[in-house]
């Protein structure tokens, strides 16, 4: 198609590049953002490290516990809690329906999306481990666990951007898919083994919790951080590793789904 | 419901290229009248039923029929024939015909609600259409892509939303979709952001942002800009400057279409104004001769036998020189107005056509 003296449209990863800059900058330069995402689960961790420091036996504490369901929440604020909101203001406030009337490749939002969740991904997991191990005494993963700490992270990761992607078309504006997000993240946390133990948990809430991605995500790291000997403390009696990469995959292909049949680049009532 | 209904026997009928070909119990072009306009069919009683909405759009559709109208010229700028929109019931957009030459600032001059975001909108693809035909720069715009998109500049009436970002790195992030930028330190000169470069979108006043918006919209080196309602909200000293911002960009040959309900506005910038109310177009011209206003007849008013009289002419002079020979010294309260271009704006979109 192109012709000779045709300028050609400028080439993908230049603009891949550019998008990427500018969801860092956006991310990291706005306060609440910030404090919400990266800082609310580091003082989590020193609260609850400083408080819940209670032994469950095989010389294991609630710290160690709580370590593998705070990177999960964290994960899921970096993710789904980050994506639903910044895309519903986005989309609110007129700078998608910009985006959309320029000749930038609509992919490239996305990569810059993706870049953005991973880098702050990256960051809340440093701090917290780094926190982790030197105030609270946890042992770094052994190296295989290292593997399920990066699959773990990167499928429940992939799942809860798409879903997080898919969630902001329901709301009408960055406010309301905060207020409606926030709630609902909260619940999922203390139903799915982030403050508390997952098998202290009434069965019924165990079964809700399964449902969702942040459940497995959190088991799937404790895994990780727990010694293998607490497996047999979970419902299951074992980490159920296969059974975690199955659900996130799954999420993964219904939040891709829903994303494809329910992005809108507009307001819904300005077309 | 003013909706009218056909019957549609077979599906035998459907032709290729018809929406709905393929779907049984649905239309086809030789059956509606308009093809595209026609949005809802059901089933009843095993009898294929169209529902035909278009029976709303009764402007678009004698539009359409006219057998001596011209096609769409690909060669313009813009170029609309019959175009209509509906929102459900309420017709936005209703049978418009508009030309807009390369090189030429046309603005669309018009009251709030009078269908000026939507028809800009269709031509920027970011609206869909029922009936009638657009091409921008030569191309459907509901079918257009991202060359395409290169080649125009956008100033939405609602401009972008805040950001963490500079002036300056917004612009150049913008710059960056686009094959042939401008410099986007020159493109801060021009808008006149360049002391505000290094201050973050979200802290810009309100003028400043639409300045930024406009930035935004020219950094790609648009052959076409479109700006819907740029100044609207703004104090009148910060209107004079940025007419001054649109005549310097008419300086390097951007063909625009500007959006005002301003009428001082469209006649201090544009070379050709469109006047729409109710999703018609009522009149096309120079804002010169807008409403035939340099042909109008004059008012000639005077005070006689203690009444105030007056007559409208188009030869003032001669009936000035008349009353002058039958009053001995000064006509009393003589007085010659020319309707204004106000008053000829206000009788054009007060009159339903
Ligand atoms: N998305 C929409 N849904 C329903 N009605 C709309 C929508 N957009 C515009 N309208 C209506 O269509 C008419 C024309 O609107 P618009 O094109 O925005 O006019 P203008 O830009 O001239 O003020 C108005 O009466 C407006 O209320
Ligand atoms: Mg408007």
Excluded at chain 1, 39 to 59: E, I, K
Excluded at chain 1, 199 to 206: A, G, K, L, N, V
Excluded at chain 2, 47 to 72: E, F, I, M, N, T
Aim: charged share 20%; with cysteine.
């Amino acid at each position: 198609m192109t012709t000779t003296d045709e300028v050609s449209l400028p080439s993908l990863p230049s603009v891949y590049r550019s998008r990427a800059g500018v969801e860092l900058k956006e991310f990291f330069r706005q306060r609440e953002a910030v404090v919400f995402t990266l800082m609310l689960p580091v003082l989590l961790l020193v609260v609850f490290g400083a408080v819940l420091n209670f032994d469950l036996g095989d010389g294991v504490t609630f710290t160690q516990y709580f370590m593998a369901g705070i990177i999960a929440a964290g994960i899921l604020g970096a993710s789904l809690q980050n994506m639903a909101i910044s895309i519903a203001t986005e989309r609110s406030d007129g700078t998608l329906k910009g985006l959309a009337g320029t000749p930038m490749p609509r992919s490239a939002y996305f990569v810059g999306k993706v870049v953005q969740v991973l880098a702050v991904t990256a960051a809340i997991i440093a701090i917290l481990v780094l926190i982790g191990v030197v105030f609270y005494g946890i042992d770094l993963p052994p190296g295989a666990d290292w593997l399920t700490f990066a699959w773990v992270t990167v499928l429940g990761s992939a799942s809860c951007t798409l879903l997080g992607i898919a969630v902001s078309s329901l709301a009408r504006n960055g406010r309301s898919a905060s207020a409606t997000v926030t709630p609902f993240a909260l619940l999922l946390q203390f139903i799915s083994g982030v403050f508390f133990q997952f098998s202290e948990i009434p069965s019924w809430m165990q079964t809700v919790a399964a449902l969702f991605p942040l459940k497995w995500m959190a088991q799937g790291l404790r895994s990780v951080f727990l010694p293998d000997s607490l497996a047999a403390s979970e419902p299951a009696g074992s980490w159920e590793l296969g059974r975690v990469a199955l659900v996130l995959i799954v999420w993964c292909l219904i939040g891709l789904l829903l994303c494809v049949r329910t992005f809108r680049w507009q307001d819904r009532d300005s077309r | 419901m003013r909706a009218a209904t056909l019957l549609v026997p077979t599906t035998e009928e459907l032709e290729p290229g018809c929406p709905s070909a393929g779907r049984p119990g649905q239309f086809s072009r030789k059956i509606c009248p308009v093809p595209v306009a026609c949005s809802c069919a059901q089933r009843e009683g095993g009898d294929c039923v169209l529902v035909q909405k278009d029976s709303l759009l009764p402007r678009a559709r004698k539009l359409a029929a006219d057998p001596g109208r011209q096609p769409p010229d690909a060669d313009a700028a813009i170029s609309i024939r019959g175009l209509a929109k509906r929102y459900g019931d309420f017709v936005a957009v209703d049978g418009l015909d508009l030309d807009i030459r390369r090189g030429e600032i046309f603005a669309l001059l018009g009251p709030n609600g009078a269908g000026k975001t939507t028809t800009v909108e269709i031509c920027e693809g970011y609206r869909s259409r029922d009936a009638g035909e657009v091409l921008v720069l030569g191309e459907d715009p509901a079918a257009a892509g991202r060359r395409w998109k290169a080649q125009l500049g956008i100033v939405l009436q609602s401009g972008a939303g805040e950001s963490q970002l500079t002036v300056r790195e917004l612009v150049r992030a913008q710059a960056s979709y686009y094959p042939a930028p401008r410099d986007p330190d020159e493109v801060l000169e021009l808008v006149g952001l360049t002391e505000k470069a290094g201050v973050r979108g979200k802290s810009l006043s309100g003028g400043q942002r639409r300045r930024l918006d406009v930035a935004l919209g020219i950094v790609g080196r648009p052959t076409l800009l479109f700006l819907d309602e740029p100044t609207t909200g703004f104090d009148p000293e910060a209107r004079r400057q940025f007419w001054s911002l649109i005549r310097s960009l008419r300086e390097l040959g951007t063909t625009m279409l500007l959006t005002t309900h301003y009428l001082d506005e469209a006649e201090a910038l544009a070379d050709r104004v469109g006047v729409i109310t109710r999703g018609r177009l009522v009149e096309v011209a120079v804002p010169s001769s807008l409403g035939g206003r340099e042909t109008a007849p004059a008012v000639v008013s005077w005070t006689e036998d203690g009444a105030r009289r007056s007559e409208a002419t188009a030869a003032p002079t001669a009936l000035v020189r008349d009353l002058a020979g039958r009053f001995p010294g000064e006509v009393p309260d003589l007085a010659v107005t020319r309707p204004t271009l106000e008053d000829v704006y206000l009788r054009m979109i007060g009159e339903p056509s």
